[in-house]
């Protein structure tokens, strides 16, 4: 199938499927007599896996890794399941440091009086060192 039918498929758009080839995620996709990109059912499913994975917050390397671990017949299912709890580990600091972030907001937004005043403890702590 030509690249905008791989793109349909997939739900990947043909520019990120071009990217994803650029960057060795996905193999260099076949090509017709006239140059056009030719994607097979597998190459499609591969898309589908990375967009998957995407979704879920995985970064390049570690859909590189995945895509290889899923390739991998004789492969461990623990290094799968080391690569899932990393980025497990990854998305819980992430969700800490926003908490903290809006914790300090919120404290922020509520000593703001919010009136006709210049005065506002928000400006004062980002103008603060």
């Not at 006239?34 to 597998?42: K, L």
């Not at 995945?66 to 004789?74: A, F, H, K, P, Q």
């Given at each position: 199938m030509t690249i905008g039918d791989a793109a349909k498929t997939s739900g990947v758009n043909a520019k990120l499927i071009r990217y994803y080839e650029s960057i060795g995620l996905i193999p260099q996709a076949g090509r017709t007599a006239?140059?056009?990109?030719?994607?097979?059912?597998?190459e499609v499913n591969v898309l589908r896996f990375v967009k998957r994975a995407r979704g879920l917050g995985f970064g390049i390397e570690q859909i590189q890794t995945?895509?290889?671990?899923?390739?991998?017949?004789?492969r461990a299912s623990a290094e799968v399941k080391r690569v899932a709890q990393a980025h497990i580990d990854e998305l819980e600091a992430k969700i800490a440091e926003l908490a903290a972030m809006r914790d300090s907001l919120r404290e922020l937004a509520d000593a703001c009086h919010g009136d006709d005043r210049p005065d506002c403890p928000i400006l004062r702590d980002l103008a603060g060192p």
């Open positions: 006239s140059g056009y990109r030719v994607y097979s059912p597998a995945l895509v290889g671990l899923w390739r991998d017949r004789s």
